[in-house]
């Protein structure tokens, strides 16, 4: 398995306040990912990543912000977190954006907007 | 819209028995589908997959079947073992597009003794 970590595992905030979650990986993989899963839902793109400092929206992306300044290193921000946004959140890296690659999960962030 | 969903919440067998977890996708531009299992704690591992251009593949204990006209993908797990009791998430992708990868929302699936 590609060597993916998220902190922090668990975060509790209260509503308008800015959070970021933290992804690294140790794979040198190019693209990275990053999904929020409720339930009902499964998981939904969030942001994707292509490059250092190249992002792009997903499915699901208001209210969220992302950068990547270093390859190993993927940021999701909530600028202004609201009980909406209380969910599990995982990050994903790749080695390519298409084809048949697989997708790598980090083990998950549990955030809960008060 | 959900474009990929599955029906079924749970599923409980016993162990030894076969398992079939269920999924259907709405998009006709997936021609690439995906099975993950999910841990408690943990997040989705790598599973199986198959492409459009199959309608079967097996990986050991592991087997998904596609039917393209009926827009429906199966995995059976024969024999099934308390280790598979898990959340199997299906997903399904273009090919040329990792970013339009669509997961269903998860069949927790219990494996009795």
């Keep these: 398995d590609a060597g993916i970590t998220q902190s922090p595992r668990h975060k509790v905030t209260e509503t308008g306040t800015p959070v970021t979650l933290r992804c690294h990986q140790t794979e040198n993989h190019r693209y990275m990912y990053w999904y929020r899963q409720d339930p009902g839902h499964g998981l939904r793109l969030i942001h994707y990543s292509y490059g250092v400092k190249d992002t792009d929206k997903g499915e699901v992306s208001d209210g969220y912000s992302v950068s990547r300044s270093k390859t190993e290193?993927?940021?999701?921000?909530?600028?202004?977190?609201?009980?909406?946004?209380t969910s599990v959140y995982f990050c994903a890296s790749g080695l390519a954006g298409r084809g048949t690659d697989t997708q790598y999960f980090g083990p998950g962030t549990r955030l809960t907007v008060l | 819209d959900q474009q990929v969903k599955q029906n079924s919440p749970s599923l409980s067998v016993q162990e030894g028995r076969i398992s079939i977890l269920n999924c259907d996708y709405t998009n006709s531009m997936f021609d690439y589908f995906l099975w993950y299992k999910k841990y408690p704690a943990e997040g989705p591992t790598f599973l199986i997959s198959i492409s459009s251009i199959k309608d079967k593949n097996e990986d050991g204990r592991f087997t998904v079947f596609l039917n393209k006209s009926a827009k429906h993908l199966s995995l059976h797990i024969v024999p099934s073992q308390p280790g598979d009791s898990a959340v199997y998430f299906c997903a399904a992708k273009p090919l040329y597009n990792n970013n339009d990868m669509r997961f269903g929302a998860g069949t927790r699936l219990t494996v009795k003794p």
Excluded: H, I, R
């Design chain 1, 73 to 85: 290193d993927f940021l999701l921000t909530l600028e202004s977190a609201t009980s909406s946004q």
